[in-house]
């Protein structure tokens, strides 16, 4: 998609969308120029038509000469704020699929109070790429309809460029990240997204390390083999890097990478089966995140880690009772073969430590618990410091996701308690999220660690605000703000 900052006169897209307020259909001057150039279409036909009364996301539609303007609603102007503004053009833009003969689309919406151009810029950018996504790969129709050319209409277009270059780079990054999480399993393998990310490092300049199952076992990830053993597929363990010189600090992103997760030997039920193919979320995150950071070159190092296996039932499966020895030498008894995440990333934990970095932040599918106390549209944050944890909840909320920090204390390793171990891999069917965080913090000896539980957010069973059902790219935005900012 084309996305570019244009004068009004130097419009050229076949539909015109712009918005009103329900509470005050003052004309911008833009809208003014709109109107003059169709002999008062906007405020001879639409404002004063009974029928459109500028609610949220209400459209109407009229033919002007050989364009169309789409009038939407953008409700109660107390109530209209940023993130309203990509969910105007996420949803705008599906509407504008039927509209446009030349598949192009101008844009003119109301700014928020308080905010500036180039953020309106950027979110109208981002919300147009995240409503025009569409996984079709294996539908014989495809859709021919797709929206190739967006103008922002403003009369300082130079303004824009930068905001609206890293919002067209976000957004493609979590399309990418998007198209991997709906790949089916039996395609995105272990061995796969190796290589997919091996291209990636290759097409964007990045630092590249892919180890299979015999180099990990030297390497002691015998928490991470064990999930795997059971699988026709071989485990891998990819470390992608973005190095550039004199970094003001170093951070490790971690992403969960179970390819499917039958649940193993205590396998799941067949409907919580369906889509686990989106266990590995968390590794999707963070190569999106890589392929933004590569285009956008911050002065901070970045290493991407993931542990990928698939976690499925046989003969050679680890079973309930072994006792698993971690990287970093602590002892695990299995109480659980479907609690197999936390034991992937215990041993990605250790590697972390070995790297030297200033911050380490774990993305993962983890827990059916952080669903319960969340939901689906807010992800769980916890961490071993409050104010690492609160800088990653301001970075989310202005990148438009939503976190919610959820309490480790000490006393919750004794959930963990087992009798001929250091620890089980569960605790107490009582806070769930929570008790998995604290096992993972015996993996990791960063000083800023911080793990987001996105089992409830990185796929959506129904539409939400600017996301469709389906694959949501969960933190992608929010990793990318804070390594930027």
């Not at 990791?444 to 959506?460: E, R, V």
């Amino acid at each position: 998609m084309e996305i570019k900052a244009l004068k009004p006169a130097e419009m050229t897209a076949d539909v015109i969308i712009t918005g009103f307020f329900e509470d005050d259909k003052t004309l911008n001057d833009i809208q003014k120029f709109i109107d003059e150039k169709f002999n008062g279409a906007i405020s001879k036909n639409i404002l004063e038509i009974e029928n459109f009364k500028g609610k949220f996301a209400e459209t109407f539609a009229l033919p002007v000469v050989d364009k169309k303007i789409l009038a939407v609603g953008l409700g109660k102007k107390a109530e209209y704020n940023t993130d309203k503004i990509r969910e105007i053009a996420a949803k705008t833009i599906k509407t504008a699929e039927k509209l446009s003969k030349t598949n192009s689309v101008a844009f003119n919406i109301q700014r928020a109070e308080g905010e500036c151009g180039r953020t309106l810029g950027c979110n109208l950018a981002l919300g147009t790429i995240i409503g025009e996504y569409d996984f079709d790969k294996y539908k014989s129709k495809k859709n021919e309809n797709k929206i190739a050319k967006v103008e922002i209409l403003t009369e300082t277009p130079e303004a824009f460029a930068d905001k609206m270059e890293k919002a067209k780079i976000t957004g493609e990054a979590m399309n990418f990240t998007k198209d991997l999480i709906f790949e089916p399993a039996e395609y995105a393998t272990p061995a796969k997204i190796s290589e997919i990310a091996t291209e990636l490092a290759k097409e964007n300049g990045l630092e590249i390390e892919v180890f299979g199952r015999d180099e990990l076992k030297k390497m002691n990830f015998n928490a991470f083999l064990a999930v795997g053993q059971g699988s026709a597929q071989e485990p891998k363990f990819i470390h992608l890097k973005y190095i550039p010189e004199n970094p003001k600090k170093k951070i490790a992103i971690i992403g969960k990478g179970i390819t499917f997760d039958s649940g193993g030997l205590d396998i799941k039920p067949p409907a919580s089966m369906l889509t686990m193919k989106t266990d590995m979320s968390g590794c999707a995150c963070v190569l999106g995140v890589m392929k933004a950071i590569s285009k956008l070159k911050p002065d901070v190092e970045v290493h991407a880690l993931s542990a990928l296996c698939e976690n499925m039932p046989s003969g050679s499966s680890y079973k309930v009772g072994d006792v698993l020895i971690a990287k970093n030498g602590k002892t695990i008894e299995v109480d659980n073969t479907d609690a197999e995440g936390r034991l992937t990333l215990a041993d990605a934990l250790s590697y972390a430590d070995e790297l030297g970095v200033d911050e380490v932040i774990d993305v993962a599918t983890l827990t059916g618990a952080v669903i319960v106390a969340l939901g689906n549209t807010i992800t769980g944050i916890m961490g071993n410091d409050d104010e690492f944890v609160k800088e990653i909840i301001a970075d989310a909320k202005e990148a438009g996701e939503t976190l919610w920090q959820m309490p480790i204390l000490d006393d919750m390793q004794e959930n963990l308690k087992s009798d001929i171990a250091d620890m089980r891999n569960t605790g107490s069917r009582y806070a769930g999220a929570s008790t998995a965080a604290r096992f993972l913090q015996n993996f990791t000896n960063a000083k800023k660690w911080a793990h987001l539980d996105i089992a409830g957010t990185a796929f959506i069973d129904k539409s939400y605000k600017e996301l469709s059902k389906g694959a949501t790219a969960a933190m992608v935005r929010t990793l990318i703000c804070h390594i930027i900012k």
